[in-house]
């Protein structure tokens, strides 16, 4: 079996915000790790703590928020000795960031390519510019091997397009330009934060495709944060359920949508839309999620779980593994030896059934 190679290991991540209304406990213990040439999703409602997690990953917290505690170790090998090299990403000063990892060994694609973009510079001169910073690059070098770049994401008539300024391309080529800009420094790890949602659904399939040939291409690591359990099932290897700043399900991609085990996944599975239904109406996870201003007692999707135990209203579960399987852990007392046998909703039973039988996720 050949041994995987880590790139990311975080543990006990936990993050919060100072705001009016006093301090906010966004993150609550958040541990992953990320190996190389492999996909993790992060998926969740808004709210749950996906792209906080990420943006601490790249150390793009907002001025309020704070890193209380844990760790996110960066590890890589040196081209040229091979040596293995690692570093807390939390202990790193903002100039170390900026100069060693962000853009340069993880980079990252926001949703909105228009906010993303600089409106008063052409679209060469923002690929350029990492790689003049980060690399000494000439600016010949740079301009050819932006070139380069805008040919590897599909733009045509590359040079041309060079000159242009972001307004002047379509959404899904301000995309692939970010996604160019992303890529100018050869990260090994590439963070897509809800990548297609400004762009209409055509565009988002080739959006998608562009990133998972880019990544087998160049071995990419990505981690995918997502609302969208559809795109989760086009291009991850293995999905970080998260709920109220912690992760309450994770495993492989067929263990989330073939065999899932916590009550919250089974509601974002029941909440997606299926053109087969006999329902009127859309499944919906009753009530909101908590007030993270507020400190939670027991388990944080009590309040929401219809198949919630007293013990949820009182202690927080720890991560219980699926038996039999390495990669599959789930948060819920439901898990606990000792806990009544609970069976997913028969509508969602039916939906699994008919996924496996097409061979679809």
Request: aromatic content about 6%.
């Amino acid at each position: 079996m050949i041994e995987r190679e880590r790139i990311l290991k975080i543990r006990d991540l936990k993050i919060s915000f100072k705001t009016g209304n006093g301090k906010v406990q966004a993150i609550r213990g958040v541990d992953f790790d990320l190996y190389r040439g492999e996909t993790i999703a992060i998926v969740g409602e808004s709210g749950s703590g996906k792209s906080v997690t990420t943006k601490a990953i790249m150390g793009i917290l907002a001025g309020n928020g704070q890193i209380d505690s844990g760790s996110i170790d960066y590890v890589w090998y040196d081209e040229n000795t091979g040596e293995r090299n690692q570093r807390d990403i939390v202990q790193m000063s903002k100039e170390e960031l900026q100069k060693h990892i962000r853009g340069r060994k993880i980079a990252m694609v926001f949703q909105d390519p228009m906010t993303s973009l600089n409106p008063t510079m052409t679209i060469g001169k923002q690929i350029m510019e990492p790689m003049i910073y980060h690399y000494g690059k000439t600016k010949e070098e740079a301009y050819e091997k932006a070139v380069e770049l805008l040919k590897e994401v599909g733009i045509t008539d590359a040079k041309k397009r060079m000159n242009n300024y972001p307004h002047q391309l379509s959404g899904g080529m301000r995309q692939r330009v970010v996604i160019a800009i992303a890529l100018s420094c050869d990260p090994y790890v590439l963070i897509c934060d809800e990548p297609t949602t400004a762009l209409d659904v055509t565009i988002q399939a080739k959006i998608l495709e562009l990133i998972k040939e880019l990544q087998r291409k160049k071995d990419l690591s990505v981690i995918y944060i997502t609302h969208d359990l559809g795109v989760v099932a086009k291009v991850a290897d293995y999905v970080n359920v998260m709920y109220a700043g912690k992760i309450v399900e994770k495993g492989t991609i067929d263990e989330i949508f073939y065999d899932p085990r916590h009550p919250y996944t089974w509601g974002l599975l029941s909440a997606m839309p299926d053109l087969d239904t006999d329902d009127d109406q859309l499944y919906t996870i009753p009530g909101s999620p908590p007030n993270l201003a507020h400190e939670i007692k027991g388990d944080a999707f009590a309040p929401r779980n219809q198949f919630a135990l007293n013990i949820d209203l009182r202690l927080d579960p720890p991560m219980f593994d699926v038996s039999g399987s390495q990669t599959h852990k789930v948060a819920s007392w439901l898990m606990h030896e000792k806990a009544p046998k609970v069976e997913m909703p028969e509508s969602l039973k039916k939906r699994i059934e008919k996924m496996k039988k097409e061979g679809v996720k």
